[in-house]
């Protein structure tokens, strides 16, 4: 873990990797992090199983259920007060490529090099048709939200390439576009207590990957422009990460909040994280392993570099207790 430091600037400001076999105590151990964290941190968690459902209703958290449609308009531009100047420039940067990703995800193919232009330039020309460069936000319309949308962009993406914009208007029935990112979360559940801090992603359906990333893109935006400390957790990480465009928007940092930003990822085994390891374990400042499965050894001693009877170690602790690497130190730690 020796890459963790040198890269630390590019990432979350604390990012924490939890691995574990069913029933090693992960999740327990996640439910007393948010615990102590709930008070002072706004917190998302996304969820492939229902290990959180009532940690949720106890907080009079709210509950997100992603399905095929998506419920977030990616078109949307809010950069709060941050008007024109270099960290502007940097939000318009972050939208205009989530958005580019987003729309590549909803296609569910590769995309020539062509087509990529040509869908990026479509992006940039509808904002610029209301106002809205990389310079400066100055909007044409006093509602400029009315005129981002998917069916502008299509009108916009027509000029560009007659293919793309048929392809792009087969799927124009799996959005809705009346949800604001800035506060998409908080009126989601109107009869909750509001004030309460916990987001409650849940996976367990059909769902697009498209949809899945809209969720992860409204929270990324969220932190961009509201600096407040927060907790994205995401159980069972493994399933989101086996895409380049997932992970890059999940662990890459938030910008003026990224300071107050944590993110913990779960896992069940070190190697359902496949390719993308090597990224997650140098943007990790904490390694969390509780009992770990048989096939995980190799990772143990090749690439976390543990001495054997740390190894040994972790093929017999019991339900609650692991082993954690912080800053290159080994100590044991118990929840219970």
């Given at each position: ?18 691995s574990g076999m069913v029933g090693s105590g992960k999740t327990y151990a996640i439910r007393e992090i948010i615990k102590k964290k709930i008070s002072t941190n706004k917190t998302y968690i996304i969820q492939h199983t229902n290990d959180f459902g009532s940690l949720c209703e106890e907080l009079k958290g709210n509950l997100i259920v992603v399905n095929n449609v998506v419920e977030i308009n990616m078109f949307g531009f809010y ?258």
């Amino acid at each position: 873990m020796s890459a963790v430091r040198s890269q630390q600037d590019k990432y979350f400001s604390k990012m924490t990797l939890l691995s574990g076999m069913v029933g090693s105590g992960k999740t327990y151990a996640i439910r007393e992090i948010i615990k102590k964290k709930i008070s002072t941190n706004k917190t998302y968690i996304i969820q492939h199983t229902n290990d959180f459902g009532s940690l949720c209703e106890e907080l009079k958290g709210n509950l997100i259920v992603v399905n095929n449609v998506v419920e977030i308009n990616m078109f949307g531009f809010y950069p709060s007060h941050f008007k024109a100047g270099d960290y502007y420039a940097y939000l318009f940067d972050c939208h205009c490529k989530e958005l580019f990703v987003f729309l590549k995800l909803l296609l569910e193919r590769d995309m020539g090099d062509v087509e990529k232009v040509q869908l990026m330039s479509a992006i940039l020309e509808m904002y610029e048709s209301v106002g809205i460069t990389r310079k400066r936000f100055k909007p044409n319309y006093k509602s400029v939200s009315m005129h981002l949308c998917f069916s502008t962009f299509c009108e916009v993406l027509k000029e560009h390439s007659e293919n793309l914009y048929e392809e792009f208007k087969t799927y124009s029935h799996l959005i809705i576009e009346d949800k604001n990112l800035s506060n998409y979360f908080e009126k989601k559940n109107r009869g909750l207590d509001l004030k309460n801090n916990l987001n409650l992603i849940y996976t367990n359906g059909m769902y697009t990957l498209a949809a899945l990333y809209s969720y992860v893109v409204a929270i990324k935006r969220k932190m961009r422009i509201e600096p407040e400390p927060t907790l994205l957790v995401v159980d069972e990480g493994f399933l989101f990460l086996r895409d380049e465009h997932l992970l890059e928007t999940l662990i890459l940092n938030s910008g003026a909040s990224s300071s107050q930003t944590e993110l913990l990822i779960s896992v069940q085994s070190l190697t359902d994280l496949s390719g993308n390891l090597d990224e997650i374990l140098n943007a990790a400042n904490k390694v969390i392993l509780f009992k770990q499965d048989k096939n995980d050894i190799p990772i143990l001693e090749d690439r976390l570099k543990l001495p054997k009877n740390i190894v040994n170690q972790t093929q017999l602790l019991l339900t609650g207790e692991a082993v954690v690497i912080e800053n290159e130190h080994l100590y044991p730690i118990k929840y219970s």
